[in-house]
């Protein structure tokens, strides 16, 4: 277990998680920006290698998640971290020092190994040291503030590639993110394992039976949500701006290109994501719950999503990928305070572990579909709009599960 919580430590737990999180990310995020761009400095042959090694980290988790949670009932949080933020930084000055195909695929199977020890301990962190009055709120400060890594390692990824070369802001990233070690190792102070209790069960067989049923929707969503948001729209900004307004776009009477654009924009959403997050999860809070927050989320980003790859004006098109940008914090935010609810009720590691496993393989697909579509005919198109189609059912899905939650409530008062 961990170490007895209060009320004044919880917080600062989940902010160092958070915090050693984001410097380990710079890598990996800059490479979604710059990496479609300058494949050839990494010593790549073709584009659709591109694909492969953004989905690769992904897939390497996959056999390593369920050892990693197995592991994390063993370890303490702070062992976990620490293994992370070495994996982390090593990786991340590979990607100045390694050259082609082969040598990038084991440098992102060691970040993914690297990512499940930091999203398992993360998120078993915030569902431990929150509770059912602000788990939503928690889960949007821990996303929020890790997910600054990602601001930070695409925005200044996309300024400082072009000018000082991908092995420099490789070397430089990963000496960054070294500096988690000593956060970890003189703030941190948790010297077990992970909570894996249960918490008391309703003796309603009903009530079980939908609870089992919500986990499977749960990690359905999870899946489907990461493939959208983690994979294809992440990986594919830069290359769309490219394909629909070429290498340089003009803005405001300023020509600029679309490497530093697709960081800035991206990093937009970073910058908010503390701020906004907590809000989102703090509104999920409250009486009416989280389901009608995320089902107006799903719809919105239904409506939006497909746009991205319409033939439209560039501001229009800008206004179009904010509201999207806007749908995935709010989205993203309450799919994790979701699980987190539900793994509450059963052992935490082990269902958590599943549901990263989940994220995992739609964060994985994503890439690796979008590199392979966008090479046919219309294939941002299909793309874009496939995923629009994909957010409208999710938002049909967990209407349904709302008006049964609601009818089970009324039977059972």
């Not at 695409?154 to 430089?172: D, K, N, T, Y």
């Amino acid at each position: 277990m961990y170490a007895s919580k209060s009320n004044s430590s919880s917080p600062n737990v989940i902010i160092l998680v958070a915090i050693v999180t984001a410097l380990s990310l710079l890598g990996d995020s800059m490479l979604y920006i710059v990496l479609p761009v300058y494949w050839k400095e990494a010593g790549l042959d073709t584009i659709w290698q591109v694909g492969v090694l953004l989905s690769v980290n992904r897939f390497i988790r996959l056999p390593f998640n369920p050892f990693i949670g197995w592991l994390y009932q063993k370890i303490s949080l702070r062992t976990g971290l620490i293994i992370a933020v070495i994996l982390g930084s090593v990786t991340t000055l590979g990607y100045g020092m390694a050259k082609g195909f082969v040598a990038w695929i084991i440098l992102r199977g060691l970040w993914g190994i690297a990512w499940s020890f930091f999203r398992i301990g993360g998120l078993s962190a915030v569902v431990y040291y929150s509770n059912d009055a602000n788990r939503g709120k928690a889960m949007g400060l821990y996303n929020g503030l890790y997910r600054t890594g990602s601001l930070f390692g695409m925005l200044l990824g996309g300024v400082l590639v072009p000018i000082a070369g991908l092995q420099f802001v490789s070397i430089l990233f990963g000496c960054l993110s070294f500096i988690g070690l000593p956060l970890v190792f003189y703030s941190l102070r948790v010297t077990s394992s992970p909570h894996t209790e249960t918490v008391p069960r309703v003796n309603n067989n009903v009530f079980i039976h939908k609870i089992l049923k919500h986990k499977i929707i749960i990690i359905s969503t999870g899946f489907l949500i990461a493939m959208l948001i983690q994979g294809v729209l992440t990986s594919t900004v830069s290359a769309i701006l490219e394909h629909s307004y070429g290498e340089k776009i003009t803005l405001f009477g300023l020509l600029i290109s679309v490497t530093f654009f697709s960081g800035l924009l991206q990093a937009v959403r970073w910058a908010w994501e503390p701020f906004l997050g907590s809000l989102f999860g703090h509104w999920s809070d409250g009486p009416s719950g989280r389901i009608p927050l995320y089902i107006l989320s799903l719809i919105v980003s239904s409506f939006a999503f497909g746009m991205i790859a319409s033939d439209i004006p560039l501001l229009i098109w800008i206004v179009i990928m904010l509201i999207v940008m806007i749908g995935a914090t709010s989205i993203t935010t309450l799919t994790d305070a979701l699980a987190s609810d539900i793994a509450k009720t059963s052992n935490i590691i082990s269902f958590l572990t599943v549901y990263s496993i989940a994220q995992d393989i739609g964060a994985a697909l994503g890439p690796f579909i979008s590199y392979m579509l966008i090479e046919v005919e219309n294939g941002f198109g299909y793309l874009y709009w496939g995923g629009s189609v994909i957010f409208g059912l999710l938002a049909i899905g967990w209407t349904k599960v709302y008006l049964e939650k609601n009818q089970i409530f009324s039977q059972s008062m």
